[in-house]
């Protein structure tokens, strides 16, 4: 049973008729279909998400240095996004965008990922390759339409010297620089193989920085003043 429809104290008085029963059965009828369509849309969305979710471990399950990082940036992108005021639709989106950046890296060899040391410019060529391998994974799919731009262009610099197109500026989609600020955010402040984390201090004043070099400064700033009132607390602490 999904509810109850009531029909009390007719408007002219007297009893209810058989009329008004089949119209009052129409309507429960019609208003129960509603609900279950609304309760199966419901359920897919969330089998959606647990799928990307999903996705987004799987990638991560190739490299144990990684492990938590795209809902990090999923959850520091959506901070930004709360700062640059834009709307519950693009936030959801975003947030897609955020989990799946990094689902190309299954098409990058894990000798290269789980290497410690440099890559070689060979390896740096593959590594580069990841953003297209995950829009091209994924454009298919249309209820992604709108994150695939932010998982492209994730690794474009405001400055054009990014790639894997080498755009500049605000010809970056505006997911694409939200997610670079809080990748480089999150790169920064977690231990690598090669190298040790930044403090949370360091890695902001490195943010500014770049700004109008590689970020856009919009972002960095938005990533700065949400930072800094949701983490003041850890503001010197490594991430």
Same mark, same amino acid.
């Given at each position: 049973? =999904? %509810? $109850?429809? *009531? &029909? #009390?104290?007719? @408007?002219? +008085?007297?009893?209810?008729?058989?009329?008004?029963?089949?119209?009052?059965?129409?309507?429960?009828?019609?208003?129960?279909?509603?609900?279950?369509?609304?309760?199966?849309?419901?359920?897919?969305?969330?089998?959606?998400?647990?799928?990307?979710?999903?996705?987004?471990?799987?990638?991560?399950?190739?490299?144990p240095?990684?492990?938590?990082?795209?809902?990090?940036?999923?959850?520091?992108?959506?901070?930004?996004?709360?700062?640059m005021?834009?709307?519950?639709?693009?936030?959801?989106?975003?947030?897609?965008?955020?989990?799946?950046?990094?689902?190309?890296? =299954? %098409? $990058?060899? *894990? &000798? #290269?990922?789980? @290497?410690? +040391?440099?890559?070689?410019?060979?390896?740096?060529?593959?590594?580069?390759?990841?953003?297209?391998?995950?829009?091209?994974?994924?454009?298919?799919?249309?209820?992604?339409?709108?994150?695939?731009?932010?998982?492209?262009?994730?690794?474009?610099?405001?400055?054009?010297?990014?790639?894997?197109?080498?755009?500049?500026?605000?010809?970056?989609?505006?997911?694409?620089?939200?997610?670079?600020?809080?990748?480089?955010f999150?790169?920064?402040?977690?231990?690598?193989?090669?190298?040790?984390?930044?403090?949370?201090?360091?890695?902001?004043?490195?943010?500014?920085?770049?700004?109008?070099?590689?970020f856009?400064?919009?972002?960095?700033?938005?990533?700065?003043?949400g930072?800094?009132?949701?983490?003041?607390?850890?503001?010197?602490?490594?991430?």
């Open positions: 049973m =999904i %509810g $109850v429809a *009531e &029909a #009390i104290n007719k @408007k002219k +008085g007297g009893s209810f008729s058989v009329n008004d029963e089949r119209l009052l059965g129409t309507f429960a009828s019609a208003g129960a279909m509603a609900i279950q369509k609304a309760q199966l849309f419901e359920d897919l969305n969330d089998l959606f998400i647990a799928t990307v979710r999903a996705m987004a471990d799987a990638i991560e399950a190739k490299d240095y990684t492990r938590g990082h795209s809902e990090r940036i999923r959850r520091f992108s959506l901070m930004i996004a709360e700062r005021k834009l709307t519950e639709s693009d936030k959801s989106m975003l947030g897609l965008s955020a989990l799946l950046h990094d689902v190309g890296k =299954i %098409g $990058v060899p *894990e &000798a #290269i990922l789980l @290497k410690e +040391g440099k890559l070689t410019d060979a390896e740096w060529v593959w590594m580069r390759r990841h953003p297209s391998i995950g829009a091209d994974m994924l454009s298919h799919i249309k209820q992604l339409k709108g994150a695939i731009g932010g998982i492209r262009h994730h690794q474009e610099r405001w400055d054009g010297k990014g790639y894997p197109d080498g755009i500049a500026g605000k010809e970056i989609p505006l997911f694409g620089r939200i997610i670079c600020v809080a990748d480089a999150d790169a920064m402040t977690s231990n690598r193989p090669y190298r040790k984390s930044l403090s949370v201090e360091d890695a902001l004043e490195e943010l500014k920085r770049c700004s109008s070099t590689q856009d400064p919009e972002c960095v700033q938005a990533f700065i003043d930072y800094m009132e949701l983490y003041k607390d850890k503001k010197s602490e490594t991430h």
